[in-house]
């Protein structure tokens, strides 16, 4: 018990000291666990002598009863023994069945003398049988007697209290009853002593019990009493009532092998079937508690004999026992005895429920003592705690300083109070190192916050050039200025610093000295390294103080120059990613700009255009961009979008961005349609002379020879005006184009000599035409259609994005008739695609970039500078409230920079006058943004840029 009270009290304290909680509480889980154990001990103690008393009781119980049952049955069964052999002399002096039924008061006589019996029975060797058995007040009497005729006649005569003949009738059910048969008739036979049967269905009750029979003389009849097995389970219930212990209890009569002959409930048995008779064992009884004490094997233990043995079954203990009585029977019966032990413990629980509560009524004075106690001690200790949590939360706030007459505390007060004012100092430099994006102001910040918080006269900051390798002021910061002084000093060079190392003295990380110095002033000095990362030198940080500082405060300067050497570097960092990521964006603009001459300076001109626009409407009054502002983080975003809007061109092919005519590939394929306009003159000067050389006429070959030579240079310069592609063209010419091209002419060379793989395999499958072949002059060839790659992922991704341009089936159409047939310009649908594509590939790359939050809107602005505000853009179709104004701003840079280009090989620049009256009507037919266009000209925008594209100057700006 020791042992496991010195346990527990060492688990409890490693709990305790894991809890956070107030000393009040910690107080009480040390003195009243002490007193809830105090309590327990002889709480625990009651229980269990009670629960010993209470079973020793029990078991006292459970014997007196077994034995005052075995007394009352063997009193009863002598009485059975005494009546029959009361009714053996009656019968051996009256041994007819005439005689017998003349003697019925003797019968109602022994019925009332003992309520055990229910029947009594005479069986004669003949086969005859009478039976007396109890009918409410009354007796039934029934017969089985020969007859003269042969067999035998059943009748059951049925009396009242009074013994008058109520009823008398033939009851064929006893006519199969053979007396010979039964089994006590067979156990009374030769022994001349009373017997006693096993037990049976009675015939006249249908009820199991016992027979005790008796054969009058050697020849004479047997008779016999029976003795249902409801009235043993009335005698049990009788004797043992219902209590054990002072609980409730269940109670049962049980043979050796373990079959319940009556158990202490009155219930009586259902009457069964003579061929149904069954006793149940007791490990499958219908109650739960008997039949836990059949299967727990409690019967075979004989130790167990004449006391309570606990034991569980299910989940559920129990207390069981049985006792051994002998009875008339004449044989070993148990009375078995069950009960839960919740039941029979109840007393001993309420017992230590008792102590429980005493106990309780202890520890309720006790903690308020602890309490009372507690309040006084942790005072102090609460209003530190409250400044501690204050500190935790980041709460500068005033608060009184704490002071107690014990030393501890006290000490502990005036930490606190420093603790508040350096982390309040330290969180301030730290605010102004992470809030500025500018690395010149966090410098002078630096400065001056480190000055403040160690008290010093003056802090300069010397920052590490590294083209020069010297240290150069960057900032200063004095007492007697209130603002940030300039920065002054002299350089440092790296042997100047190594000199006032050796010169000073290291004192927590800081070289310290009392006079000189790196300014060469009076008064003492510190010297702080400034080190990136990697320890490379990035500054050093230089102090003038009155009186050199003590060693934790130069310590925390030290901390100070740590946290200002990352915040710089970082600064740094952040700075020279953001140039290198402009230098990057501006660099692909460049790429694609100089990719093509038709293109030039566009995606340069168009970001200047546009910021240009965006300052113009930020700063405007008007009411359409009253609303609108932009910040530092929108003014990046769209920087971005403006040099980012047409980066998907670098997937567009040159050729078709460059595509001057109708069949310009890579080539411009009119040369070889002019080759076999030249192989079909030559053809026709061939037969010429075939005809002189056939003697026809020379006159009319020579004219058919002139005809013909001149039908092919006007059709060659039509189908070459045709791959021009300026005006449009005209059904006529079209039907003229769809004739000349129908021309036939002969090939004999192999089409598919020196193609390249990819070419084959868009005639794979095309048998090649035997050679020669007569083939139409300009032709659409299945080679020339490249179908569409299929790219689920893509267009899923497009879906995603809200991109709506649809398609056209083939990748490439590169037809000759189909090109040359063109109507206007010199794209095919599909190179118009191609063309329009640019501007998803935009949106699919910006759209791939990891860019911060605030970056995230350059994707929509760079995306819908070719939509138009009635819906009828590209590439997702974007109505007017969904285009913001940046991307308005950028639609009007884009077209604007395109009208006005002087760069463009394939068009002369247009005046400012043109431009405008176009732009005026794209804005009429809401393409434009109308008051955006206005701002863009009444600002003077249009006509500055107009300028700088007439003169080919251009300007590139950076974020506002």
């Given at each position: 018990m020791a042992h496991r009270i010195s346990l527990y009290m060492t688990s409890m304290m490693a709990r305790v000291r894991t809890l956070r909680q107030p000393l009040r509480v910690h107080l009480a889980a040390?003195?009243?666990?002490?007193?809830?154990?105090?309590?327990?001990?002889?709480s625990y103690m009651a229980y269990k002598e009670g629960a010993r008393l209470i079973r020793r009781n029990a078991t006292g119980q459970f014997e007196r009863a077994g034995e005052r049952l075995d007394e009352e049955l063997e009193e009863d069964f002598k009485r059975v023994n005494e009546t029959l052999d009361a009714l053996s002399r009656s019968t051996s002096r009256y041994p007819s069945i005439g005689e017998r039924m003349d003697r019925l008061a003797f019968y109602q006589a022994l019925l009332a003398e003992d309520t055990l019996i229910q029947s009594l029975i005479h069986g004669y060797e003949d086969g005859s049988y009478l039976l007396i058995t109890r009918n409410g007040q009354g007796l039934d009497?029934?017969?089985?007697?020969?007859?003269?005729?042969?067999?035998?006649?059943?009748?059951?005569?049925?009396?009242?209290?009074?013994?008058?003949?109520?009823?008398?009738?033939?009851?064929?059910?006893?006519?199969s009853f053979v007396p010979q048969d039964r089994p006590w008739y067979q156990d009374s036979l030769g022994s001349g002593q009373a017997a006693v049967t096993s037990q049976y269905i009675s015939h006249s009750t249908g009820l199991p019990g016992y027979t005790f029979s008796k054969r009058v003389s050697e020849s004479g009849p047997v008779v016999g009493i029976d003795i249902p097995v409801s009235s043993l389970t009335d005698a049990l219930a009788d004797s043992l009532g219902r209590?054990?212990?002072?609980?409730?209890?269940?109670?049962?009569?049980?043979?050796?092998?373990?079959?319940?002959?009556?158990?202490?409930?009155?219930?009586?048995?259902?009457?069964?079937?003579?061929?149904?008779?069954?006793?149940?064992?007791?490990?499958?009884?219908?109650?739960?508690?008997?039949?836990?004490?059949?299967?727990?094997?409690?019967?075979?233990?004989?130790?167990?004999?004449?006391?309570?043995?606990?034991?569980?079954?299910?989940?559920?203990?129990?207390?069981?026992?049985?006792?051994?009585?002998?009875?008339?029977?004449?044989?070993?019966?148990?009375?078995?005895?069950?009960?839960e032990e919740w039941r029979l413990l109840s007393e001993a629980r309420a017992?230590?429920?008792?102590?429980?509560?005493?106990?309780?009524?202890?520890?309720?004075?006790?903690?308020?003592?602890?309490?009372?106690?507690?309040?006084?001690?942790?005072?102090?200790?609460?209003?530190?705690?409250?400044?501690?949590?204050?500190?935790?939360?980041?709460d500068f706030s005033e608060t009184p300083e704490v002071h107690s007459s014990v030393l501890e505390v006290d000490q502990l007060g005036d930490t606190v109070t420093l603790l508040r004012t350096t982390i309040q100092k330290f969180i301030t430099i730290n605010h102004s190192l992470h809030v500025s994006v500018d690395v010149g102001t966090v410098v002078s910040d630096i400065a001056e916050e480190i000055r403040t918080v160690s008290h010093a006269e003056r802090c300069r900051i010397l920052i590490f050039n590294d083209t020069t390798g010297a240290y150069e002021p960057s900032a200063s910061a004095t007492a007697a200025a209130a603002e940030h002084a300039e920065a002054s000093g002299a350089s440092l060079s790296p042997s100047d610093v190594e000199r006032l190392q050796r010169q000073g003295t290291l004192v927590a990380g800081a070289s310290c000295g009392q006079s000189g110095g790196p300014d060469g002033g009076d008064g003492p000095w510190v010297m702080v390294p400034l080190a990136d990362r990697s320890g490379e030198p990035m500054g050093l940080l230089l102090l003038r103080y009155d009186q050199l500082p003590q060693e934790a405060t130069l310590g925390f300067v030290v901390a100070l120059s740590a946290t200002a050497a990352l915040s710089l570097e970082t600064g740094w960092l952040l700075r020279q990613q953001k140039e290198v990521f402009e230098a990057l964006i501006q660099l692909i603009a460049t790429a694609i700009d100089t990719k093509s001459p038709y293109t030039a300076r566009?995606?340069?001109?168009?970001?200047?255009?546009?910021?240009?626009?965006?300052?113009?409407?930020?700063?405007?009054?008007?009411?359409?961009?009253?609303?609108?502002?932009?910040?530092?983080?929108?003014?990046?975003?769209?920087?971005?979008?403006?040099?980012?809007?047409?980066?998907?061109?670098?997937?567009?092919?040159?050729?078709?961005?460059?595509?001057?005519?109708?069949?310009?590939?890579?080539?411009?394929?009119?040369?070889?349609?002019?080759?076999?306009?030249?192989?079909?003159?030559?053809?026709?000067?061939?037969?010429?002379?075939?005809?002189?050389?056939?003697?026809?006429?020379?006159?009319?070959?020579?004219?058919?020879?002139?005809?013909?030579?001149?039908?092919?240079?006007?059709?060659?310069?039509?189908?070459?005006?045709?791959?021009?592609?300026?005006?449009?063209?005209?059904?006529?010419?079209?039907?003229?184009?769809?004739?000349?091209?129908?021309?036939?002419?002969?090939?004999?060379?192999?089409?598919?000599?020196?193609?390249?793989?990819?070419?084959?395999?868009?005639?794979?499958?095309?048998?090649?035409?035997?050679?020669?072949?007569?083939?139409?002059?300009?032709?659409?060839?299945?080679?020339?259609?490249?179908?569409?790659?299929?790219?689920?992922?893509?267009?899923?991704?497009?879906?995603?994005?809200?991109?709506?341009?649809?398609?056209?089936?083939?990748?490439?159409?590169?037809?000759?008739?189909?090109?040359?047939?063109?109507?206007?310009?010199?794209?095919?649908?599909?190179?118009?695609?191609?063309?329009?594509?640019?501007?998803?590939?935009?949106?699919?790359?910006?759209?791939?970039?990891?860019?911060?939050?605030?970056?995230?809107?350059?994707?929509?602005?760079?995306?819908?500078?070719?939509?138009?505000?009635?819906?009828?853009?590209?590439?997702?179709?974007?109505?007017?409230?969904?285009?913001?104004?940046?991307?308005?701003?950028?639609a009007i840079a884009d077209v604007f920079e395109a009208l006005t280009a002087s760069d463009r090989p394939y068009k002369p620049p247009k005046t400012l006058e043109q431009v405008l009256a176009i732009m005026t009507s794209m804005a009429k037919g809401h393409h434009l943004d109308p008051d955006l266009l206005q701002l863009f000209v009444e600002s003077g925008l249009a006509a500055r840029f107009a300028s700088e594209a007439n003169a080919g100057r251009t300007e590139t700006a950076g974020p506002a």
């Open positions: 040390i003195f009243l666990p002490m007193v809830l154990l105090a309590g327990s001990i002889p009497a029934i017969t089985r007697r020969p007859v003269r005729q042969g067999g035998f006649q059943a009748i059951r005569a049925t009396y009242d209290a009074d013994l008058n003949l109520v009823q008398s009738a033939p009851d064929p059910r006893y006519l209590g054990v212990g002072g609980a409730q209890s269940d109670m049962a009569l049980v043979t050796d092998e373990g079959l319940v002959v009556a158990t202490a409930e009155t219930t009586s048995p259902p009457a069964l079937p003579e061929a149904e008779v069954r006793l149940p064992p007791l490990k499958e009884h219908e109650n739960q508690s008997l039949r836990a004490a059949g299967r727990s094997g409690i019967l075979e233990d004989p130790q167990n004999d004449g006391r309570y043995q606990s034991f569980r079954h299910d989940g559920i203990s129990y207390a069981a026992g049985f006792i051994r009585v002998g009875v008339g029977l004449g044989r070993n019966l148990f009375v078995v005895g069950v009960i017992l230590a429920l008792r102590v429980l509560l005493s106990t309780g009524g202890v520890l309720i004075v006790v903690s308020g003592l602890v309490i009372v106690v507690s309040r006084r001690i942790t005072r102090k200790l609460r209003a530190l705690a409250e400044s501690a949590e204050a500190l935790r939360g980041f566009h995606c340069a001109k168009v970001p200047e255009i546009t910021l240009a626009l965006a300052r113009q409407a930020n700063e405007s009054d008007a009411p359409p961009f009253q609303s609108f502002a932009l910040g530092p983080k929108d003014w990046e975003a769209l920087y971005l979008a403006a040099w980012l809007h047409d980066c998907g061109k670098v997937t567009t092919p040159e050729y078709v961005v460059d595509k001057a005519t109708k069949l310009e590939t890579i080539h411009n394929r009119i040369h070889e349609v002019r080759m076999r306009f030249e192989l079909l003159k030559s053809q026709a000067e061939v037969d010429y002379w075939r005809g002189v050389a056939g003697g026809e006429s020379v006159d009319a070959l020579r004219q058919t020879l002139a005809d013909r030579l001149k039908q092919l240079d006007d059709d060659f310069a039509f189908v070459a005006t045709c791959n021009i592609g300026g005006e449009a063209m005209s059904d006529a010419d079209a039907d003229r184009l769809t004739a000349i091209a129908a021309t036939p002419w002969v090939r004999t060379l192999d089409d598919r000599l020196g193609m390249s793989r990819e070419e084959l395999s868009r005639v794979e499958g095309i048998a090649p035409a035997p050679l020669p072949t007569v083939e139409p002059l300009l032709a659409d060839r299945p080679e020339h259609r490249i179908e569409r790659p299929s790219d689920p992922t893509r267009d899923a991704h497009l879906a995603a994005l809200g991109v709506t341009l649809k398609a056209p089936h083939y990748l490439y159409d590169r037809g000759e008739l189909h090109n040359l047939s063109i109507r206007r310009g010199t794209l095919t649908d599909e190179e118009r695609y191609k063309i329009n594509e640019h501007i998803i590939e935009s949106i699919r790359m910006i759209d791939s970039l990891p860019l911060p939050k605030h970056l995230k809107s350059a994707r929509d602005i760079a995306g819908g500078h070719h939509e138009r505000l009635d819906g009828k853009g590209y590439p997702m179709g974007l109505s007017a409230e969904e285009l913001s104004i940046p991307a308005r701003i950028m």
